[in-house]
Structures are given as structure tokens and as C-alpha cells.
């Protein structure tokens, strides 16, 4: 291959000389095309290379302000989202009581005297669910008020479906109220059933 040593030399054809004179030409051309652009865009705007931390250091509180929107942004749509996919109310009461089921008697481990209570009981609690299954909400909140006292073994039971038929009825605020007091000890499903009711959407 050819060099510049054979340039100098006078080695090369004439053909090749012309050839290694026009790549030498381009190669200046191209150098100084590129030192011209450089120093317009140096001139017109402000891009060199010693300048780039400095625009960075410009951006930053642009980019913390933008952050911090959008963090907010996210932050509202965590507390309205939730709150905008409840369920309606009225539709988990009414779909709750049509699956109402009656209970069996339950064992008492041979003692009559708390067989004969739990009988009853359970007889009372079965007739308020029939009536509050029947539609007939007033009667059913009668019987089962009569069992939220301490002794009543059906105490949670009657409250969770007390608290049904006040809010079919329309009453909210009684509803909800029943339903704040069920305890999260000892109460098993219905206070998760319980929760689920007061975190529903209430303003049908």
C-alpha cells in the first residue's frame, strides 16, 4: 500500500499523486468545516462541553419539582381510588340476606340446663333470620336485639344481622352503628364481614 513516504519520495504515478492530494485537501476541508460548527454552536447556543454540569445543575430543580408532582399525583389516587371502586352498600345487605342460613343446635356437652337456654336461643335467632330473609325487618330486629346482651352465646351473630336490617331499612347511621360494635376478638368472619359493610360506599 501506498504512504506518504512514497508521496515524498516521488515514488507514486501521477495518477496517485492526485489521489493522495485530494484525500490530504478533504481531510483539511473536513477539519476545518467541523472547528467552524463547533464554534457556532459554541457562539449561538452555549453548547460546549465545560458548560454541561452547569446545565445539569439547572435541570435538577426542575426535575425535583416534577417529581414531587407526580408524587403527589400518585398519593391522591391511593386515597380516592379505593373509595371509588366500593362496593354500593345496599347491594352487599340485600345480597347477604338472601344467603341467610339458619343455624342447627349446637352441642352444650350434656348440660341440660345450658341445652334448654342455647334451644331457645337458637329457636328465637333462627325466627328473626326467617323474618329478616321474609322481609320483615322490624320483627327481626326486635328478636335479635333481645340477644346482644353479654350472656347471649349469639350475641355477635345478632348484632351482625340486627345491623342488616337497619341498613335495608334505609338506616344507616343505626346500621353502621351495630356494626362498629362487633369486636375484632372472638367475633370470627362477622367482623371481617362487618368491616367489609362499613367500608362499603354509603351515600345511595
Given at each position: ?8 519520495k ?26 467552524r ?31 414531587a ?99 335495608n ?36
Amino acid at each position: 500500500m501506498r504512504s506518504s513516504k512514497d508521496f515524498g519520495k516521488g515514488d507514486l504515478s501521477e495518477e496517485e499523486d492526485e489521489r493522495f492530494l485530494a484525500a490530504l485537501v478533504r481531510d483539511r476541508e473536513d477539519a476545518q468545516l467541523r472547528h467552524r460548527w463547533a464554534a457556532k454552536l459554541a457562539d449561538e447556543h452555549d453548547v460546549t462541553r465545560q458548560d454541561k454540569p452547569a446545565a445539569v445543575r439547572r435541570l435538577l430543580p426542575r426535575l425535583l419539582i416534577y417529581s414531587a408532582g407526580i408524587a403527589a399525583a400518585i398519593a391522591l389516587l391511593v386515597i380516592l381510588l379505593p373509595s371509588s371502586f366500593s362496593e354500593p352498600g345496599s347491594e352487599l345487605v340485600a345480597a347477604r340476606i338472601d344467603k341467610i342460613e339458619l343455624i342447627t343446635t349446637r352441642s352444650t356437652g350434656g348440660d341440660r340446663s345450658v341445652d334448654v337456654k342455647g334451644r331457645e336461643a337458637e329457636a328465637r335467632y333462627n325466627a328473626a333470620l326467617t323474618s329478616l330473609r321474609e322481609g320483615r325487618e322490624e320483627e327481626a330486629i326486635k328478636i335479635l336485639t333481645s340477644l346482644t346482651g353479654e350472656a347471649s352465646p349469639l350475641r355477635i351473630e345478632a348484632t351482625y344481622y340486627a345491623a342488616l336490617a337497619e341498613l335495608n331499612l334505609g338506616r344507616k347511621e343505626a346500621g353502621l352503628s351495630r356494626l362498629r360494635n362487633i369486636p375484632q376478638r372472638g367475633a370470627g368472619r362477622f367482623y371481617a364481614l362487618a368491616q367489609q359493610l362499613l367500608e362499603a360506599d354509603w351515600d345511595d
